[in-house]
Every structure is written in C-alpha cells, then in structure tokens.
C-alpha cells in the first residue's frame, strides 16, 4: 500500500520561511517524479514545483521561482520543498504527489497517481 505523507507546514510571517517534507512509502522512490502542487480556497489546484527521478530535471512555477526549491533525497523516500521570501499568496493546502511519467515539463497534474492529504501553509501579512 503506497503511502504518501506530508509534514512542515504551519503559520509563517510575510518574509518568512518554511521547509515541507514529504516521505513516500510503499513503493520504489527513485522510480517516481515527486511534485509539490497547492490549492487555495476556492482557487483550482496548482503545479508548485516537481522534480525527476534523479533529481537533476525541475519545474518550477512562475509565482516560486527564485524563492522556492525542490530536492529530493531518494535514500530516505522524502522530497523537499524550502520555501523562502513567503507571501500571503503563497497560502493554501499543500499537498505531494508521485507520478511515474514526466511530460511537458513535469508537472502534468494527470501523471500524478499518488497523493498525500497535504500540509497546510498559512502566511501572514
């Protein structure tokens, strides 16, 4: 039974910083992309940043860029996103996803079959 769980997230001042972990288990970790997507209330569910199997291939969205990153760490099953410079925007349910395709840049939501119940990010001004 594939498990996906998500930790870290929390209540952050604008500026701040915030480190999510995600840990996936029962199945083979380096055989999967991993992905960071978000969905804020009454907003549709979003691709945040997603990694492949090696690590070496990244999408990042536009509203994360040079704020977020992504890494993973395919030992210990768990992906990591550190999010820094946090805004208001940047508040919503967090949740990890695995897929086992990478297309059109890697965060295809429809590649993604297993999910966590996600993590919530609060960021105030």
């Known amino acids: 039974q594939v498990q996906v769980v998500e930790s870290g997230g929390g209540l952050v001042q604008a500026g701040g910083s915030l480190r999510l972990s995600c840990t996936a288990s029962g199945l083979t970790f380096d055989d999967y992309a991993m992905g960071w997507f978000r969905q804020a209330p009454g907003k549709e569910r979003e691709g945040v940043s997603c990694?492949?199997?090696?690590?070496?291939?990244?999408y990042y969205a536009d509203s994360v860029k040079g704020r977020f990153t992504i890494s993973r760490d395919n030992a210990k099953n768990t992906v990591y996103l550190q999010m820094n410079s946090l805004k208001p925007d940047d508040t919503a349910m967090y949740y990890c996803?695995?897929?086992?395709?990478?297309?059109?840049?890697?965060?295809?939501?429809?590649?993604?079959?297993?999910w966590g119940q996600g993590t919530q990010v609060t960021v105030s001004s």
């Open positions: 996803a695995a897929a086992t395709s990478w297309r059109f840049g890697g965060c295809l939501q429809s590649d993604y079959v297993h």
């Open positions: 990694i492949g199997w090696s690590g070496s291939s990244t």
